[in-house]
Every structure is written in structure tokens, then in C-alpha cells.
């Protein structure tokens, strides 16, 4: 039904609160929009520390106003006949449970989690010019696990090879561990693109499910 003007636009993330204001996950804009279309949530527009609930068709005609009178404010999307403005938050109609929290062990948490950084020079790479490294190697008994972890560039990776740091004459800037929140979402937190979903955060949250 939808098509993004741009990358970046599909690539928005949604906060998604259960019914009782409770920041429940964060998910990608088409699937937002097909709950709100499906009338399985509402939209929760935030202006000034308040804010408004709107199902499909209210946000369709606040969204006609905006790109008239503010377009530049907001983040668009197409449909075949019409524009609609972005939602950066959406409240689930019926559910109320918060899942268990975990932080996911996956390669964008960990890329986070390092900030980017080779663990052992501490320089900044894009995340094409970083690879994943097994601290303690698989060749000698080392897991899959956030404290074996971490990221290294190909120069340090290359460097280390198959051996434990002490045996590459190598240091890691700080011990790896698994991280209490999810290091996604202090990363969005930063953009101004979702200062909204602050109000809604606090630190006993701050470890919603990605998906």
C-alpha cells in the first residue's frame, strides 16, 4: 500500500507502547503502519511534552494540514493517493504485557555496544571496515558470547589471528560484557528524529526489544 520516497524513510523506527503508555518495542514503519491500517493500534502524535492518539484516517487528514502548512517538519511517506506524515510512536489497542527484556546477542548489538570502536587500537571504523573477533579463539574452546566478543579491525584482526590477545602481544581497550540496556536505543535516542519517544523512556525501559 505504501512506498518510501527515500531509503532512509523505510528505515524509521517506531516506538510501540502497550495500552497503558508502556514502551513495549521498536519496530519498522511499514509494519506500524499496517497495525494502525488494521486498527490494532493508534498513533500517538507528541508535541511540547503532550500528546494526541489518532487512528488512520484522523492522522490521514492532520497529515493533509501538515504538508500544507509545515511539511518540512516531518518525514514522509507515499501512497498512491495520498501523503501521510511519519509516526514516530504507536500504541497497541489490546496488550498490556511488557515481554521479558533482554538485549539481543546479534552483530548490530554488539557494533553498538562497541560504539563502532576496534576494541583493540581504539579507533572508530564504519561498520564495513569492522569485523566480528572470538577474543578467546573457537579453535581453542573460546563461544559465541557477549564477553568473547568484539569488535576489531581488519588490520588489528589480522594482526591477532588465531591467538588470545596475551599470545598476539595485543590489549583490549575494556573487558567485554553483555550490556544491561539495548545500545540501539541510546543510539536513537540521540536523533532528533526520535526525541519524542524520550517522554515515554525511562531507564527501567531502556531495554526494548528490536525487531
Same mark, same amino acid.
Given at each position: 500500500?505504501?512506498? +518510501?520516497? %527515500?531509503?532512509?524513510? =523505510?528505515?524509521? &523506527?517506531?516506538?510501540?507502547?502497550?495500552?497503558?503508555?508502556?514502551?513495549?518495542?521498536?519496530?519498522?514503519?511499514?509494519? +506500524?503502519?499496517?497495525?494502525?491500517?488494521?486498527?490494532?493500534?493508534?498513533?500517538?502524535?507528541?508535541?511540547?511534552? !503532550?500528546?494526541?492518539?489518532?487512528?488512520?484516517?484522523?492522522?490521514?487528514?492532520?497529515? %493533509?494540514?501538515?504538508? !500544507?502548512?509545515?511539511?518540512?517538519?516531518?518525514?514522509?511517506? %507515499?501512497?498512491?493517493? #495520498?501523503?501521510?506524515?511519519? $509516526?514516530?510512536?504507536?500504541?497497541?489497542?489490546?496488550?498490556?504485557?511488557?515481554?521479558? &527484556?533482554?538485549?539481543?546477542?546479534?552483530?548490530?548489538?554488539? #557494533?553498538?555496544?562497541?560504539?563502532?570502536?576496534?576494541?583493540?587500537?581504539?579507533? /572508530?571504523? @564504519? !561498520?564495513?571496515? =569492522?569485523?566480528?573477533?572470538?577474543?578467546? @579463539?573457537?579453535?581453542?574452546?573460546?563461544? *559465541?558470547?557477549?564477553? *568473547?566478543?568484539?569488535?576489531?579491525?581488519?588490520?588489528?584482526?589480522? /594482526?591477532?589471528?588465531?591467538?588470545? @590477545?596475551?599470545?598476539?602481544?595485543?590489549?583490549?581497550? &575494556?573487558? $567485554?560484557?553483555? $550490556?544491561?540496556?539495548? @545500545?540501539?536505543?541510546?543510539?536513537?535516542?540521540?536523533?532528533?528524529?526520535?526525541?519524542?519517544?524520550?517522554?515515554?523512556?525511562?531507564? +527501567?525501559?531502556?531495554?526494548?526489544?528490536?525487531?
Amino acid at each position: 500500500m505504501f512506498s +518510501a520516497q %527515500s531509503s532512509q524513510i =523505510l528505515d524509521s &523506527q517506531v516506538l510501540v507502547l502497550n495500552k497503558h503508555y508502556m514502551a513495549f518495542r521498536v519496530i519498522g514503519l511499514r509494519r +506500524a503502519l499496517s497495525l494502525v491500517v488494521r486498527e490494532l493500534a493508534e498513533i500517538v502524535s507528541c508535541d511540547d511534552g !503532550t500528546w494526541e492518539n489518532y487512528d488512520f484516517n484522523s492522522w490521514r487528514e492532520l497529515s %493533509s494540514y501538515r504538508q !500544507t502548512f509545515e511539511a518540512h517538519k516531518y518525514d514522509w511517506v %507515499s501512497a498512491v493517493n #495520498f501523503d501521510i506524515a511519519v $509516526p514516530r510512536v504507536i500504541r497497541l489497542l489490546f496488550y498490556d504485557r511488557l515481554p521479558r &527484556q533482554t538485549v539481543k546477542f546479534n552483530r548490530r548489538n554488539i #557494533f553498538a555496544r562497541d560504539g563502532n570502536r576496534c576494541q583493540y587500537c581504539g579507533r /572508530k571504523f @564504519p !561498520t564495513s571496515e =569492522l569485523s566480528l573477533d572470538h577474543v578467546v @579463539p573457537r579453535t581453542l574452546g573460546g563461544g *559465541n558470547s557477549w564477553d *568473547n566478543i568484539v569488535c576489531a579491525c581488519t588490520k588489528c584482526n589480522a /594482526k591477532k589471528g588465531g591467538r588470545t @590477545p596475551e599470545q598476539a602481544h595485543m590489549k583490549l581497550i &575494556q573487558r $567485554p560484557v553483555k $550490556p544491561k540496556r539495548n @545500545p540501539i536505543l541510546h543510539i536513537h535516542l540521540n536523533h532528533d528524529r526520535y526525541k519524542s519517544w524520550k517522554q515515554f523512556l525511562d531507564h +527501567a525501559y531502556w531495554s526494548v526489544e528490536l525487531t
